[in-house]
């Protein structure tokens, strides 16, 4: 069993930068795929980045490529998620995902590929 908690989250000007973190329990942490998801008020949860298990191979939504940039500590068993340039449209809860710990070489856009999931983290853009 995987255990993940978000932390990172806040209110912040557009513009601005927040760091997400992703810290995740249990061993199998560094042969995990992991993932940012989100989902606003009203609309459906959504891929925003993902990253393999090596962080050799990562994916961005089209929303944020060149603003959002993920990336890991296997030593840390934690995934993060730097954030510039912020926009009102940014603001959601961000969910941290995992799969099976299978030493999938590729990052994984699809919710569906995830099988661990933390409570998520609030982030709000103000414009």
């Known amino acids: 069993q995987v255990q993940l908690v978000e932390s990172g989250g806040g209110l912040v000007q557009a513009g601005g930068s927040l760091r997400l973190s992703c810290a995740a329990s249990?061993?199998?942490?560094?042969?995990?795929?992991m993932g940012w998801f989100r989902q606003a008020p009203g609309k459906a949860r959504e891929f925003v980045a993902a990253i393999s298990w090596s962080g050799g191979n990562t994916d961005y939504a089209d929303s944020v490529k060149g603003r959002f940039t993920i990336s890991r500590d296997n030593a840390k068993n934690t995934v993060y998620l730097q954030m510039i340039s912020l926009k009102p449209e940014d603001t959601a809860v961000y969910y941290c995902?995992?799969?099976?710990?299978?030493?999938?070489?590729?990052?994984?856009?699809?919710?569906?590929?995830?099988?661990?999931w933390g409570q998520g983290t609030q982030v709000t853009v103000s414009s």
């Open positions: 995902a995992a799969d099976r710990a299978g030493y999938y070489p590729y990052a994984r856009a699809s919710a569906s590929d995830y099988d661990y």
């Open positions: 249990g061993r199998t942490f560094s042969s995990a795929a």
